[in-house]
């Protein structure tokens, strides 16, 4: 064989301008304490973050201001290690949350929460020109700080029956319900799923 020259037929490949990816996430200021295995509900522009692994503090979080405020304690004899929270009924200004768990030892809470926002509105209506609009807001919400200082909103309180008897889920069937979740169903809002350790749904 004699000499041979190869010639490769190069393909000129076209350079695509880079993608860039856009993401619609954003770092939030940091929390005021460290949080584990924490519980969150969404009301309006708050994130309700209620308690975490081992700690009791409840804050809500403001997605316009960035800013935290804190709201309440868990009970003192309650040890969260693995809880659940669902927003059982919500209205304009007010909600009521659900709050249920067990420890490693298997002892259990259920409680609720009537939540009225820690926040003012008035910073979101500075802009607006109706004046009277402003003022009626500025008023409810004072009615509404009342309201909480007076009728035990925004703080755990006992999940009882209509005769003050405290109702306690899985206490009876002594269900473990470390790291249980849960979620509101049905036509009327009526139906509470439960799913919780090894592989349960109630």
């Known amino acids: 064989m004699g000499n041979q020259t190869t010639t490769l037929n190069s393909q000129k490949t076209k350079t695509k301008p880079s993608q860039q990816i856009t993401t619609h996430f954003q770092t939030l200021k940091e929390l005021p304490i460290l949080l584990e295995r924490s519980q969150c509900v969404l009301h309006k522009h708050e994130l309700l973050i209620c308690g975490g692994y081992q700690q009791r503090a409840c804050y809500s979080y403001h997605t316009l201001k960035n800013e935290y405020k804190f709201i309440c304690e868990y009970p003192s004899d309650v ?33 609720v929460m009537k939540y009225v926002s820690v926040w003012s ?24 700080n009342q309201l909480n200082k007076s009728n035990n909103y925004n703080q755990w309180i006992p999940f009882t029956d209509n005769h003050d008897h405290p109702i306690i889920f899985g206490r009876d069937e002594k269900h473990n319900y470390e790291g249980a979740r849960a979620l509101i169903g049905g036509i009327n809002n009526h139906l509470l799923f439960i799913t919780y350790y090894l592989n349960n749904i109630s």
Request: aromatic share 10%.
């Open 121 to 144: 509105d008035e910073d979101e209506n500075k802009n607006e020109t109706n004046k009277s609009k402003q003022f009626n807001q500025f008023n409810q919400f004072n009615q509404l």
């Open 79 to 111: 040890q969260l290690i693995g809880h659940c929270v669902v927003k059982l009924i919500d209205n304009y200004n007010l909600i009521t949350l659900l709050s249920f768990g067990s420890d490693y030892d298997g002892n259990k809470h259920t409680l």
